[in-house]
């Protein structure tokens, strides 16, 4: 797989000859960047680009990720298709419109999200820890899970079991990084900032997966589509979430890898500063290229290509009908 560039910087991102330059703000020196096996790149800081930077990166196929306020994944700005089928769009449609296909959908993509909730509950339970009624809580809500519930019914169970899972941070983290309530826009403490963030570049992730195939990514199934966000990325986001950003919190904390000094507080929210986020994005990339054996295809694939797996096993399954099985940790 290709990999990501995070730029932090705030200043001017520009073409330079076939690479890429940043020309800082504060006069330093300029850095090159290179296009080659990129995937896309992601913009923290204040960043000036034109249309010729864009036309260079629709060439190359390349996306780029921003981040605004508070770090807030605000949009992105995608290649052209590398795929384009009308019958895959027309399916995708077809399916949302289907209330039975839609409900069987979505309660795939809510059984796999809590079922990798509890694989992290799992692995810390008996750590030093006592998570058994978490755990207990998770398999009641999966059982609950029914292809014949209404949508608003099933993300009710899926909100219900992220409750509980949340209640296992407690138990996980230290004192310093204990999680009250989740909150957001804006997170008011630390934890919050830390899987607010952590969300975000799974989704940002999950946008360019998805534009690898030729599916719409405003089309979704558990989430319902709206204006200005890509609503098929919240679908399958739900299911890595746990996997990646989760995992790469408790271990950056649980390591003391990320500290309070990591922070920065004004006007109630609380955000990483640019020293936390580069030692976030660094763990979350070097996440993302870890590698597992994938049971069927019967060779090792890294943690992002399993985002695209993803996407391309859904898009198999509107075209051919073979029944989708969301993703659900097996290691």
């Not at 709206?226 to 649980?254: C, H, M, Q, T, W």
């Not at 060779?299 to 859904?314: T, W």
Request: aromatic share 10%.
């Amino acid at each position: 797989m290709d990999r990501n560039y995070h730029v932090f910087s705030d200043g001017r991102l520009e073409r330079s000859d076939d690479t890429l330059r940043l020309v800082p703000d504060d006069d330093g020196d300029k850095q090159y960047i290179p296009i080659e096996n990129a995937e896309a790149f992601f913009l923290h800081g204040q960043i000036d680009f034109n249309t010729r930077l864009m036309s260079f990166l629709n060439d190359r196929t390349v996306a780029l990720h921003v981040f605004g306020w508070e770090d807030y994944y605000a949009g992105s700005v995608m290649p052209k298709r590398g795929q384009t089928s009308g019958k895959t769009v027309v399916n995708q449609v077809r399916a949302y419109e289907d209330s039975q296909h839609r409900r069987q959908l979505a309660a795939a993509i809510v059984k796999g999200s809590i079922h990798n909730m509890r694989t992290n509950v799992v692995y810390y339970n008996g750590r030093d820890h006592d998570l058994d009624s978490v755990i207990e809580d998770l398999e009641a809500a999966a059982a609950r899970v029914d292809e014949s519930l209404p949508i608003d019914e099933l993300m009710g169970i899926e909100a219900t079991a992220k409750k509980a899972y949340y209640r296992s941070f407690n138990q996980i983290l230290p004192r310093e990084f204990q999680l009250t309530q989740r909150e957001y826009n804006p997170p008011p403490n630390e934890i919050n900032s830390l899987i607010s963030f952590g969300n975000s570049l799974v989704y940002a992730n999950c946008v360019s997966a998805i534009r690898a195939t030729a599916l719409d990514p405003t089309i979704s199934y558990l989430h319902e589509p709206g204006e200005r966000r890509y609503s098929l990325s919240l679908d399958i986001a739900d299911l890595f979430k746990p996997v990646l950003a989760d995992r790469v919190l408790f271990r950056l904390v649980n390591r003391n890898q990320i500290s309070e000094s990591d922070f920065e507080t004004e006007l109630g929210s609380c955000l990483l500063n640019e020293a936390g986020r580069k030692t976030y994005t660094k763990a979350f990339e070097e996440m993302l290229e870890r590698t597992v054996e994938h049971p069927t295809l019967n060779r090792k694939v890294s943690y992002q290509y399993l985002m695209r797996l993803e996407a391309y096993k859904l898009k198999k399954h509107l075209l051919t009908g073979e029944a989708y099985d969301s993703f659900q940790r097996w290691w």
